[in-house]
């Protein structure tokens, strides 16, 4: 299964993932301890999906499911939530934590998402587009605006551009530590593959000196 899985995907699926996934939300909540927190990180991102009861929301890219348990309890007993993430024991962990059956978790590539067109009301990924090749980043894109009804509301969290010396300065040693993937999405700017993909970009939120950006898009 593992060996179709990273043939078919362009690039984001590394094995480091499943290596990662025991360490990934102890790891994730001590480096949140230094901007405040990592609920009130995410809350502050998902705030701006607007999600309103009964609506029905992906979380792209979804890992161990944080995120998207947060967008349950927003959702109510008549939304429904789905968090689709290729990394088996990352899903696997996902799914431990589940506590109401309006929501799901699915080890699936996101670039071939199992939906109908128009079926999402929101949509959200964070830190992962950095993560895929190019041609990862427009079939992910593109998918999501695929399943995405004309109304609905899409956010992203992902790198910015740093501005200031000091910002610039973290920012390289943070490259250091990633592939060639965010470089990359750096030189070709996420809000033009963001665009390219058929959205409107609606909001813009730097943070922490421009390192990180926040993206609110709708379906066009």
């Known amino acids: 299964m ?15 993932f499943n290596n990662i996934a025991w360490l990934y939300d102890p790891l994730i909540r001590a480096l949140g301890y230094f901007v405040g927190g990592e609920r009130r990180i995410r809350r502050r991102v998902l705030t701006l999906l607007n999600i309103q009861s009964g609506d029905k929301v992906l979380d792209a890219a979804c890992g161990t499911g944080t995120s998207a348990l947060i967008m349950a309890e927003m959702v109510g007993a008549n939304g429904e939530v789905v968090g689709i993430d290729l990394s088996p024991k990352m899903i696997e962990i996902a799914k431990s934590k589940i506590k109401s059956p309006n929501i799901s978790f699915l080890c699936a590539n996101i670039e071939d ?43 992203v969290a992902d790198f910015g551009n ?27 700017g996420l809000l033009n593959e963001i665009k390219d993909a058929g959205f409107i970009v609606e909001e813009v939120i730097i943070l922490l000196g421009g390192i990180a950006q926040i993206i609110v898009a709708g379906k066009s």
């Open 113 to 155: 998402i199992s939906y109908p067109d128009n079926y999402f009301d929101k949509a959200h990924i964070s830190l992962a587009l950095h993560e895929m090749i190019h041609e990862g980043r427009v079939n992910t894109l593109r998918e999501i605006h695929r399943v995405l009804k004309p109304s609905g509301i899409f956010v």
């Open 162 to 188: 740093p501005r200031g010396l000091f910002a610039r300065f973290l920012f390289k040693i943070l490259m250091l530590v990633e592939t060639d993937t965010a470089r990359d999405m750096m030189k070709r």
């Open 2 to 16: 593992r060996k179709e899985i990273q043939k078919k995907t362009s690039g984001y699926y590394r094995n480091e």
